[in-house]
T-cell receptor, first 115, second 111 residues
Framework: DGGITQSPKYLFRKEGQNVTLSCEQN?????MYWYRQDPGQGLRLIYY???????QKGDIAEGYSVSREKKESFPLTVTSAQKNPTAFYLC??????????????FGPGTRLTVT | EDKVVQSPLSLVVHEGDTVTLNCSYE??????LLWYKQEKKAPTFLFML????IEKKSGRLSSILDKKELSSILNITATQTGDSAIYLC???????????FGQGTRLTINP
């Protein structure tokens, strides 16, 4: 069964704590992406990676960090520096690095609540 | 800065109605426009449009791109309650590694 998995589905954290969201894909896709979704704002790009050991900042990278040590995995860490971390986080992947040509496939998302 | 704007932001109709969702964009070196449906969690891919004037169709859903007007529409005919979702439009530029998403249109179909 090919697809993208994200865990956990729901995550609760206290302010000031770092938290890592998992994203794994078995589609053999080169590129992976992290988005944040807030009500009424669509999807905003946090980070993306075209290839193992390489990644680029998206539009709202401040307060987040990523790694891409394996092709299948692209974990996102929400650090205590992120001012408004409560949101719905979506991970996506596409077959090739040119995200404008190949459609992106999405995972089920992680809803993070920080209090 | 690349920009994608969807309208309306929210729409409520009755089952059986036909709806038209709009997406307009400002992108340097446009390459593709994509539509996604998001019901509860993961957006699912609907269409990718690259050429102007060519309609893409899947069942009751259809979409067309107008490069002159820098816009696209998504039509849904004979709507059903299962069509209730957020519909997302995204645009990609030539040589870009990422998509730019609009705010989404929240469509509610009442029985």
């Amino acid at each position: 069964d090919g697809g993208i998995t994200q865990s956990p589905k729901y995550l609760f954290r206290k302010e000031g704590q770092n938290v890592t969201l998992s994203c794994e894909q078995n589609l053999n896709h080169d590129a992976m992406y992290w988005y944040r979704q807030d009500p009424g704002q669509g999807l905003r790009l946090i980070y993306y990676s075209q290839i193992v050991n390489d990644f680029q900042k998206g539009d709202i990278a401040e307060g987040y960090s990523v790694s891409r040590e394996k092709k299948e995995s692209f974990p996102l860490t929400v650090t205590s520096a992120q001012k408004n971390p409560t949101a719905f986080y979506l991970c996506a992947s596409s077959a090739r690095a040119s995200g404008s040509v190949y459609e992106q496939y999405f995972g089920p998302g992680t809803r993070l609540t920080v209090t | 800065e690349d920009k994608v704007v969807q309208s309306p932001l929210s729409l409520v109709v009755h089952e059986g109605d036909t709806v038209t969702l709009n997406c307009s964009y400002e992108v340097t070196n446009f390459r593709s426009l994509l539509w996604y449906k998001q019901e509860k969690k993961a957006p699912t891919f609907l269409f990718m449009l690259t050429s102007s004037g060519i309609e893409k169709k899947s069942g009751r859903l259809s979409s067309i791109l107008d490069k002159k007007e820098l816009s696209s529409i998504l039509n849904i005919t004979a709507t059903q309650t299962g069509d209730s979702a957020i519909y997302l439009c995204a645009v990609g530029a030539q040589g870009a590694q990422k998509l730019v998403f609009g705010q989404g249109t929240r469509l509610t179909i009442n029985p």
